[in-house]
């Protein structure tokens, strides 16, 4: 029997701390904002993520569900909203970026630095076998050393008051508001969802539905299965195994011999069509109606419409005639 | 018939799609009415739902991001995004998006797709350059048109990471269908799968710049109204 491989230095538990460590500030400093309305119910809000990422492995799931109930209610009944920390005003950020220039991309640029020689770094030198990080998801860590990095150079260089970077980041977060949770709750959902066998359902109905032998028909709709589950679940990594094991196995790879390289990397392409036409996937199409402060919360699905519908025809094209060339 | 009852959670969802209700308790009530009719006792269902989140908390850790961008926004970096644009004669909206597309391809490509998006990019940077480009070229703005544009930058931003970050072969979409395949015993290498992500990548980047030259166009003919 080989011994179990020991954990690596840092593992995603340590991520989640930081991260947690971060969503507790912002809970505590909403907490003492009197200007805001929504204070208490920001605070909730982030003080249950807090919750969930620095205490989630040890709650048990029953627990984790219930944090999960208390966020969707609290979000779902209004209690959050936008704040108004303390902040420069107009003139004065005029000011300041006259004075300083182009040097103040260069705190955001060091985070994309730090990201790239980093898993430059634990790819090609002995760096990447020390057993520091856990396994295939270095960029994370590489990511977060990268904030630290920059924070520090802006600590040092731009001497803000020492809890303007958290007082900043809560003004953003509350912008963005449970856009910013949503995504891992629908990913959730798909799971559950599986569990309560609708993935299988899916497949009896797509296969009864298809008439045989007619292969452009079954390409299309794999990639229409893609597109529409991604656009009522909002997430493209939800819908793929389902469709995979609906249609993409049975038809195209065992009965008509498709390669299933092109299959699985092009048909999960065609579900990123279906993400950029649903404002369910919130990280990308509602995020941004809150940060720009549009006043139509599709404008962004909008603007995709005509970028979306053209690709998803190149990707069934692209999967027709790239992956049955033998 | 009685065993197709869990779609009853597809049913909500787009129930409350077609409502516009909050997406959060939308898809809470599918989850509670596709366990229950799957089933599943109600402890059982909040547990699982419980479980799976818990699973998936890395995607909360991107947003450590937060505190450095608005700290650099405090000290002007939108002000002096703005100061840059302001200073090239011949930008234009659709040019410079199209620019900001093929980086956001490329960095995406290369594993870089957390250092830029719509917190980090395109609300500090970005958006307020698109702005000042359309402002130089057409004078002061209409709301509408400031809609657009700002719509149309984030949009570039998603084009963007959405048709680059599979050409990186350690990415999470990779790994999601390399584990599917797999458990139909089809074992493929993520560089295989990421190298077939390429075609898609360069008919989105000719198919969107298309639409930001036409965007451009759409733009002069606005003001010349």
């Not at chain 1, 150079?153 to 980041?169: C, I």
């Not at chain 1, 809560?170 to 959730?188: E, K, N, S, T, Y």
């Not at chain 2, 990186?168 to 395949?181: D, E, N, R, T, Y």
């Amino acid at each position: 029997m080989t011994p179990p491989p020991t954990p690596p230095l840092l593992t995603l538990e340590h991520l989640y701390w930081l991260v947690g460590a971060m969503f507790a500030a912002f809970a505590l400093l909403s907490l003492f904002d009197r200007t805001s309305k929504k204070a208490w119910g920001n605070a909730a809000f982030w003080g249950l993520m807090a919750a969930s990422l620095i205490g989630g492995s040890y709650f048990g799931d029953f627990v984790n569900g219930l944090i999960v109930l208390g966020l969707v209610g609290l979000a779902g009944l209004g209690f959050t909203g936008r704040s108004q920390p303390k902040t420069t005003s107009r003139a004065e950020r005029k000011a300041f970026a006259d004075l300083r220039g182009n040097w103040l991309f260069m705190p955001a640029l060091i985070v994309p630095l730090v990201v790239l020689v980093g898993t430059l770094a634990f790819y090609l030198t002995p760096f990447g076998e020390m057993n520091l990080f856990t396994p295939r998801r270095e960029t994370y860590f590489f990511l977060a050393a990268g904030v630290l990095v920059a924070l520090l150079v802006a600590q040092v260089w731009l001497r803000p008051p020492l809890l303007a970077p958290l007082q900043e980041g809560r003004r953003l977060i509350d912008a963005i508001g449970w856009a910013a949770v949503l995504p891992q709750l629908l990913l959730a959902m798909g799971k559950v969802f599986d569990k309560a066998g609708v993935s299988g359902l899916i497949q009896e109905g797509t296969l009864a539905m298809l008439p045989p032998g007619n292969l452009f028909l079954a390409v299309l709709v794999f990639a229409l299965g893609m597109a529409m589950f991604t656009i009522i679940t909002g997430n493209a990594f939800a819908a793929f195994p389902v469709m995979a094991s609906a249609i993409a196995i049975p038809l195209l790879i065992n009965t008509y011999h498709g390669d299933p390289a092109v299959i699985g990397a092009i048909g999960m392409l065609a579900g990123f069509c279906g993400t950029l036409m649903t404002p369910l996937a919130a990280n990308f199409n509602i995020v941004p109606v809150r940060l720009l402060e549009l006043q139509d919360p599709n404008a962004v699905v909008k603007a995709q419409f005509a970028t979306a519908l053209p690709m998803f025809a190149v990707n069934v094209a692209l999967i027709y005639f790239l992956a049955f060339r033998a | 018939m009685s065993h197709y009852l869990p779609l009853l959670g597809i049913l909500i969802l787009l129930l409350g799609f077609a409502l516009k209700l909050n997406p959060m308790l939308v898809a809470t009530a599918a989850v509670l009415a596709s366990g229950l009719l799957g089933g599943m006792g109600l402890q059982q269902v909040i547990s699982e739902f419980g479980k799976a989140f818990n699973e998936n908390r890395i995607i909360a850790v991107v947003w450590i991001i937060l505190p450095v961008i608005a700290l650099l926004e405090r000290y002007g970096l939108q002000e002096r995004a703005k100061g840059l644009i302001a200073n090239l004669k011949n930008a234009t909206v659709g040019k410079l998006l199209v620019v900001y597309l093929l980086y956001r391809q490329l960095t995406a490509a290369i594993g870089l797709q957390n250092t830029a998006g719509h917190a980090q990019t395109v609300n500090p940077i970005v958006a307020p350059m698109a702005l000042v480009a359309a402002e130089k070229q057409h004078g002061a703005l209409e709301p509408p048109t400031v809609e657009k544009v700002k719509a149309m930058a984030a949009a570039t931003d998603n084009v963007g990471l959405f048709f680059g970050e599979d050409i990186f072969f350690a990415i999470g979409s990779i790994v999601v269908i390399q584990q599917a395949l797999a458990a139909h015993q089809i074992e493929l290498s993520p560089v295989q799968l990421s190298l077939w992500a390429i075609p898609t990548a360069v008919a989105a980047f000719i198919i969107h710049s298309t639409r930001l030259v036409l965007f451009d166009r759409q733009l002069r003919k606005a003001a010349a109204r």
